[in-house]
């Protein structure tokens, strides 16, 4: 059987992988479109490796981006996340990818969708999956998104040039709400929980209520079975408090705790004092190896709500932005959050980078 060629190109964003496609080179919303998306990345695999495409087994690495043009007058391009299941049949739309979201403006640049501009481009992101708006601010070099940077990100090796991601009006991205529930905090399954919407929908917990330290490293969360099953219980729980039952994408859970000393994967140790707070996501039943960036934004809103349980965790909000530890390292985040409440905006940064750029083949 002859296979079919469709243009993309592969890229990094942040701590993710996805490939990115064209909107015109997919056929529309549908199972269509779904079923390349499937084949491209290499799911349902039982085995959980999707050695028959260019996922990369675990969720940050199981990712589609689609770029079309503008569907509202204050941005440049419309942007479509997917998540793609490992193990089943399922692409999910319901989120979006922060992570992934670094890498729109360097594509749009460097494919002619966006001018480009010296030495800094401001590319205007509208968000399909949340309806919501992010403005990118992306390094340019020579007519192209630079790559080489001094900027260092936690989870990726060496530096890359940064790019700063404004994610605007955040709040209820999903839910309609900053707090799904009206509340800072419910008990789901005997545990106090803080279900927030701010670019995603996450469920915090404290770590210590799942019998953790809170700095316990992926393989070993992701090795726990029994663990697996709990929190995916209160997740689920959460998710039908929250009126968005069925996606596994959303909510993701996050288990929070205290300032602690951590050793990070690549070895290095951080104190204390590094960290404002300790959070573990699990993002489709894995744990994140550094943190999704929309969880870690989510986070920062939530640290600046009176009452959730990660405002008990990182104390009272500092002039600084919030560092937030993660398996890989610690991330500085802005949040604007004004009274009512209202996330006002969340502010992060990332790199980016061009990895392979061809057809995919679909059988």
Do not use: W
């Not at 190109?9 to 909107?23: D, I, N, P, W």
């Not at 001094?150 to 605007?168: E, K, N, S, Y």
């Not at 870690?296 to 002039?319: D, F, H, K, S, Y």
């Amino acid at each position: 059987m002859r296979q079919r060629r469709i243009r993309a190109v592969f890229m990094r964003g942040g701590t993710s992988r996805a490939l990115f496609f064209h909107a015109a080179d997919l056929p529309p919303e549908g199972a269509a479109r779904d079923r390349i998306l499937l084949r491209a990345l290499g799911s349902p695999d039982p085995y959980g490796r999707q050695l028959d495409g260019l996922g990369g087994g675990i969720s940050s690495l199981s990712k589609a981006c689609i770029i079309g043009p503008r569907t509202r007058p204050d941005a440049d391009v419309d942007y479509t996340f997917a998540q793609v299941e490992v193990r089943r049949p399922v692409v999910d739309y319901k989120g979006n990818c922060g992570n992934c979201s670094s890498a729109v403006g360097p594509f749009a640049i460097d494919e002619g969708l966006v001018p480009a501009v010296e030495p800094e481009t401001i590319v205007r992101i509208h968000n399909t999956n949340t309806k919501k708006l992010i403005v990118a601010h992306v390094p340019v070099r020579d007519g192209e998104a630079a790559v080489d940077g001094d900027f260092a990100l936690p989870g990726v090796p060496g530096t890359g040039a940064r790019i700063a991601l404004d994610f605007v009006d955040p709040g209820g991205a999903v839910t309609g709400r900053l707090l799904p529930t009206g509340r800072t905090r419910d008990v789901i399954d005997g545990v106090d929980a803080s279900l927030v919407d701010a670019t995603n929908p996450v469920v915090f917990v404290r770590a210590k209520d799942a019998g953790l330290v809170g700095t316990e490293s992926p393989a070993d969360l992701d090795g726990d079975a029994a663990l697996g099953a709990r929190l995916e219980k209160i997740r689920a729980a959460a998710a039908e408090l929250m009126g968005i039952a069925g996606s596994a994408a959303v909510p993701k859970i996050a288990l929070v705790s205290p300032p602690a000393a951590f050793t990070a994967l690549d070895g290095t140790r951080y104190r204390a004092a590094e960290a404002d707070v300790i959070a573990r996501v699990i993002s489709m039943g894995n744990c994140h190896r550094a943190v999704a960036l929309t969880a870690a934004m989510c986070l920062a809103v939530a640290a600046r709500l009176e009452g959730t349980v990660v405002q008990e965790a990182a104390g009272p909000p500092g002039a600084h932005d919030l560092r937030l530890g993660h398996p890989s390292g610690v991330l500085p985040i802005a949040a604007e959050v004004a009274p009512g409440p209202t996330a006002k905006r969340v502010t992060v940064y990332r790199t980016a980078r061009r990895l392979m750029e061809g057809f995919v083949r679909i059988p």
